[in-house]
C-alpha cells in the first residue's frame, strides 16, 4: 500500500492553529495588546472600525524588532520569551507560545512596521494568509505598529460567524479593558471609527478604574490589601449598595494577567454574604501576585483559566481579607438591605392596599399659571385612577390592528376593540363595555397562571411569558415599523454609564430610538434621556437598559442573532409582569386577548410554552 501520511503545508497547519487562537477580533486585540506589553512599550494605542473587523491596529513605542525578528516573528513557534521548557514555570511575560502572529497572518491581511531603537530605518512587512507580500525598509517611529484588515477574509463561514457589531466591539472593549487595567503604568488610548473610547494616561490603579469606569467609581471603592507567604492581594471591591442587579465588574488578575475563576469569585461572593440584595452580584477589581512557580495558565489556550498549586488556601484567605477590608469600612450597618427597586414598578400589588406617603412632582405643575394644567398627551392614568395602577399602562399606543387574528375562539365573545379603548391620553377604559368583574371567563392559579375557558376545554397561560410574547411583538413591530410614541420628560433623565456602556447605547441607539426613546446630549459618563417609550415609567429605564447590556454581553450564538430582535426580546424580558403579582379581571383579560392576538401565541420570545389546553375529552379521561 502506498504511504498517505504528508506534513500539512505551513499555511494549512498555520489556518489550524488560528482556529484555537484567533476567534474574534478581541482575541487579536489581546494578542497584540499583550506582545506591546511584553516589548515594553509606555504607550499603547489600539484604533479599531466596525467592531474590529475591518481593521485592528496597534502602535506601540516599545523596543521594536530587527529586521530578521520581523520576518521570524510570523513563524510558528517563534518566540524570543522562552528557550527551555523551564522557563514556563517561571514566566513573566504575556504570551510565550510563538503562535500569534502567525496565526493571524494566516486569517488576514497584517501590516509590520517596526524600528528597535538605534537603527536608523525600519522595516515594513505585508503579509496575507501567510504570504509575504513585500518585505522593505521603511521610515517610521521608534516601535511596532501591526495593523490588521479584513479577519478572516479567506475563511467565510468564520466570518459569517462572527455577530453584530455591538457585540464584537463589547469583546473587544473587554479585552482592552482587562489589560489596560492590569497596566496601569502604561497610558493606553483606544478609538473605534475615529471616536475616542478610552484615554488613559499612566497613574495608579485607582485612577486607573476610574478612566475606565467614570467619575462616579470613585466613591465605590473600598480597597482591599493583605500580604502573605504565599500570596499578595491588592485591589478594590465595589461597596454592596452599588451593586448591580444583572452584571458586575468582576476582576481577577494573577501576576498582572486577567483569568476567570468561578471558585476565586465565589470567595468573594461568600465575602459580601448578607450584604449584597438578592440576585445582586458584586463587583471587584483584585490583583493576587503569587510565585509563578505554583501556577500553570498552561491549561487553556486562550489563557483567562488558570491552575493554582493550593486553591483552598487562596479561597481562605481572598475570602478573609475581603470580610475585613468591608468590616474595617464599615459597609454593612449603614445599609438597608430590604430595599429592592421591583417595588417601585406598577406591578407590585401586594401592596395594593396600604397607601404608602409618596412625593409626587407634579411635571405639569407651573406656580405662575392660575388655569388648571392642561392634559398632558403622555400623562399616565395611575395619577387619575390609581387602582388601576398601569397595568392597563402597557398596552398604550398598541393599535387594535393586534387584535386581527385570533385563532382561538373564546368561549364568551368579549369584544375585543374595548380591551384597547384605553388611547394614547391615557383615558381610563370604559368600565360598563368590559365585562364585569363578577362575570368573568379567567382565573389567576397562584398568581401566576390564567386559567380562561375555551370552547374545547380550557387554557391555561403563563403570565410572565405570555405577556413576554405580547410585549415583543409590539417591540418588534414599533423597532421595525417605525411608529412608536414617545413620552417627552419634562425633566431630562440622567444616567452615569460606563465608557463601554455608553459606547454599546450608542450602537443600539437608533434601535431603541425606534421604540420611544429620545436620546440627549452624551457628556462625559452622562446619558441624558429626553423621552421614553409610553410603556415604561421612568422608574423602569435603568433595569431595561441595565438588562439590554447583559443580554447583549450574554448573547448565545445559536439564537439567529439580530440586534432589534436583541432589543425586544430584553426590554419585554425587563418589562413583562412577573409570577406572584395578582392581576385583576380586567388585566386579565386583556392579556389573554393581547396573547391570541399575537402572530405567535403558543411560545414566549424564548422558546417556552406561554400557554397549556385541556379540552374536554382529556378531562373526561381524566374521570374515567
Ligand atoms: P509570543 O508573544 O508568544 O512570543 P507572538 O507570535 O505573539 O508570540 O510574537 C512572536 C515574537 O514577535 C515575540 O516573541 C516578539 O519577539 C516579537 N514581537 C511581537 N510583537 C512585538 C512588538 N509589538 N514589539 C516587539 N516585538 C514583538
Ligand atoms: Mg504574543
Redesign the pocket.
Known amino acids: 500500500m502506498a504511504d498517505i501520511i504528508k506534513l500539512l503545508p505551513d499555511h494549512v497547519a498555520n489556518q489550524i492553529a488560528a482556529g484555537e487562537v484567533v476567534q474574534r477580533p478581541a482575541s487579536v486585540v489581546k ?2 495588546l ?3 506589553i ?2 515594553g ?1 509606555s504607550t499603547i494605542k489600539l484604533i479599531v472600525k466596525d467592531a474590529g473587523k475591518t481593521l485592528i491596529q ?1 502602535i ?1 513605542d ?4 530587527s529586521d530578521t ?1 520581523a520576518r ?3 513563524e510558528r513557534h ?4 522562552i528557550t527551555t521548557a523551564d522557563d514556563l514555570f517561571n514566566l513573566n ?11 493571524i497572518a494566516a486569517v488576514a491581511h497584517v501590516e509590520l512596521k ?1 524600528r528597535p531603537e538605534g537603527a536608523e530605518v525600519g522595516t515594513r512587512i505585508e503579509i496575507e494568509g501567510s504570504k509575504i507580500n513585500a518585505q522593505e525598509v521603511c521610515a517610521t517611529p521608534k ?2 505598529s ?1 495593523s490588521v484588515k479584513n479577519l478572516f477574509f479567506n475563511i467565510p463561514a468564520r466570518r459569517n460567524f462572527l455577530k453584530s457589531n455591538s457585540v464584537e466591539l463589547r469583546h473587544v472593549i473587554d479585552e482592552f479593558q482587562r489589560v489596560s487595567l492590569a497596566h496601569p503604568d502604561i497610558a493606553f488610548a483606544m478609538y473605534h471609527n475615529e471616536g475616542e473610547l478610552f484615554q488613559l494616561p499612566q497613574g495608579n490603579l485607582k485612577q486607573r478604574i476610574v478612566n475606565i469606569f467614570g467619575g462616579k467609581t470613585n466613591e465605590k471603592l473600598v480597597p482591599v490589601q493583605e500580604e502573605t507567604d504565599i500570596l499578595t492581594i491588592n485591589g478594590f471591591v465595589v461597596k454592596p449598595e452599588f451593586s448591580k442587579k444583572t452584571r458586575g465588574e468582576q476582576f481577577f488578575f494573577v501576576n498582572d494577567r486577567f483569568i476567570k475563576s468561578a471558585y476565586l469569585n465565589h470567595a468573594v461572593t461568600a465575602a459580601f454574604d448578607g450584604l449584597l440584595p438578592e440576585r445582586a452580584r458584586a463587583s471587584y477589581f483584585l490583583y493576587l501576585k503569587v510565585d509563578p512557580s505554583t501556577i500553570d495558565i498552561n491549561i487553556h489556550p486562550t489563557k483567562t483559566e488558570i491552575k493554582f498549586d493550593d486553591e483552598h488556601a487562596l479561597y481562605a484567605m481572598l475570602r478573609s481579607t475581603i470580610k475585613h477590608s468591608l468590616g474595617q469600612f464599615s459597609i454593612a450597618p449603614v445599609l438597608d438591605f430590604n430595599r429592592d427597586s421591583e417595588l417601585d414598578t406598577p406591578y407590585d400589588y401586594k401592596n395594593k392596599g396600604i397607601v404608602t406617603p409618596k412625593i409626587e412632582v407634579d411635571r405639569t405643575f407651573n406656580p405662575f399659571e392660575n388655569v388648571a394644567p392642561p392634559k398632558r398627551g403622555a400623562q399616565r392614568p395611575e395619577f387619575e385612577k390609581p387602582s388601576a395602577a398601569g397595568w392597563e399602562n402597557m398596552y398604550e399606543g398598541m393599535e387594535s390592528q393586534a387584535t386581527a387574528v385570533s385563532t382561538m375562539t373564546f368561549e364568551k365573545e368579549v369584544s375585543t376593540p374595548d380591551m384597547f379603548e384605553s388611547g394614547l391620553n391615557g383615558t381610563m377604559q370604559n368600565i360598563s363595555t368590559s365585562p364585569s368583574k363578577d362575570e368573568s371567563s379567567t382565573y389567576q392559579l397562584n398568581n401566576k397562571y390564567i386559567v380562561s375557558t375555551i370552547k374545547s376545554g380550557m387554557v391555561i397561560i403563563d403570565q410572565h411569558r405570555a405577556h413576554q410574547r405580547v410585549l415583543y411583538e409590539e417591540f418588534l413591530r414599533n423597532i421595525t415599523v417605525k411608529e412608536s410614541v414617545s413620552q417627552q420628560l419634562l425633566f431630562p433623565l440622567t444616567l452615569a454609564y460606563s465608557t463601554t456602556e455608553l459606547a454599546l447605547i450608542e450602537e443600539l441607539k437608533a434601535g431603541l430610538e425606534n421604540t420611544g426613546f429620545i436620546f440627549g446630549t452624551i457628556s462625559g459618563d452622562i446619558l441624558e434621556i429626553n423621552g421614553i417609550p409610553t410603556s415604561i415609567t421612568e422608574s423602569q429605564v435603568p433595569v431595561v437598559i441595565d438588562q439590554l447590556l447583559s443580554d447583549l454581553e450574554n448573547e448565545v450564538p445559536d439564537s439567529g442573532f439580530s440586534q432589534t430582535d436583541t432589543l425586544a426580546k430584553s426590554m419585554a424580558k425587563s418589562l413583562a409582569v412577573k409570577g406572584g403579582v395578582s392581576l385583576d379581571n380586567m388585566s386579565r383579560e386583556h392579556l389573554v386577548n393581547s396573547l391570541f392576538a399575537c402572530k405567535e401565541p403558543s411560545i414566549s420570545p424564548t422558546n417556552r410554552k406561554t400557554f397549556v389546553t385541556m379540552t374536554s375529552e382529556d378531562l373526561e379521561r381524566k374521570f374515567k
Not at 516599545?62 to 524588532?65: D, F, V
Not at 511575560?93 to 496565526?103: C, M, N
Open positions: 494578542e497584540l499583550e506582545n506591546a511584553d516589548a512599550a496597534i506601540d516599545g523596543k521594536g524588532m525578528d521570524m516573528s510570523f517563534a518566540t524570543s520569551k511575560t504575556k504570551g510565550f507560545r510563538g503562535e500569534a502572529l502567525a496565526s517596526t516601535g511596532t501591526l
